[in-house]
C-alpha cells in the first residue's frame, strides 16, 4: 500500500498524471480534495498539466474535506480561500463545481447533514486525495473518531492547532473547531491516495505502518479500503522498514 518516491515533486507529477488519466475516463468525476502544504506542489503541478495538455474539466466536480468553523470563505487562513488560491481560480472552476463544508452556517449541524448527503447525491467520491496530520488525522478526523463517521464537526486536538498554528499570525487564532467529512464518507470513495512528505512526517508514517486498523490512527482506516494507496517521498519513508513496500 507504501510507494516511495524520491520528491515531493515526484509525487505531485505522479498524482497530477493520475487526476489527468481520471478525468479523461470520466469526465464527470467526483473528486474529493483536501488542503495543506502537502497538497500545494500537487496543485500546481495539476494546474500545469491542465494547461499543457488541455483536459476538458467543466464536468469535474470536487468536494473538499474540512473547512474551519467560523472562518468566512473570504478569510485568508479559511479553506475556500485556500482553494480559490492554489486551484480552483486557475483551473476556471465554476462555484457550483466546487463545494466546501460551510464553516459560517446557521446551523452547522443540519450543515454537516446536507454534506454528506450532497456527496451521495453527487454519485460519491471516485477519488480522494489526503494528507495525514501528524498525529494520524485525515480530513479533520483526529484520533478516536469512529470510523463509521459522517460530516460532523470536531473539536480540534491542541496538537493540530499547534501544528497548524503556523499559517495564522498567532497560533491562538487557529479556531477550536472545524466541519469535516467523516471516515465512513472517506472510505466510500472509489479510489484513495494519501500523501505524506518531508520528514516531519517520518515517524508517522512508521506509527501508520505498524498499526493495524483502530481509531487511535485514523489514517488506519485506509488498510479497510480495497484501493487506497499511501505515497511518500525518501524524507516521510525515512523510518519505513524495507517490507512496507513489498
Ligand atoms: C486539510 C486536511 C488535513 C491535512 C493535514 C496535513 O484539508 O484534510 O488532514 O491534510 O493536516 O497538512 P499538511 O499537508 O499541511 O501537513
Known sequence: MFQLFPTPADIAAHVSAHLMDLIRQQPHAVLGLATGSTMEPIYAAFIAQVQQQGVDIRQIRSFNLDEYMGLPPSHPQSYHYYMQQHLFQALGLDAAQVRLPNGVAPDSVAECRQYSADIAAAGGLDFQLLGIGTNGHIGFNEPGTPFDSLTHVV???????????????????????????????????????????????????????????????????????????????????ALLPPEAFA
Do not use: C, E, W
Not at 499570525?169 to 466510500?188: E, K, R, Y
Open 155 to 237: 473539536h480540534l486536538t491542541q496538537k493540530t492547532r499547534t501544528d497548524n498554528g503556523r499559517l495564522f499570525d498567532n497560533p491562538s487564532q487557529v479556531p477550536t473547531h472545524a466541519i469535516t467529512m467523516g471516515i465512513q464518507d472517506i472510505l466510500n470513495a472509489k479510489q484513495v491516495i494519501l500523501v505524506a512528505t518531508g520528514a516531519h512526517k517520518a515517524q508517522t508514517m512508521r506509527q501508520l505502518f505498524l498499526s493495524a486498523p483502530t481509531p487511535d490512527m485514523p489514517a488506519s482506516a485506509l488498510k479497510n479500503h480495497g484501493n487506497a494507496r499511501i505515497y511518500v517521498d525518501a524524507a516521510a519513508a
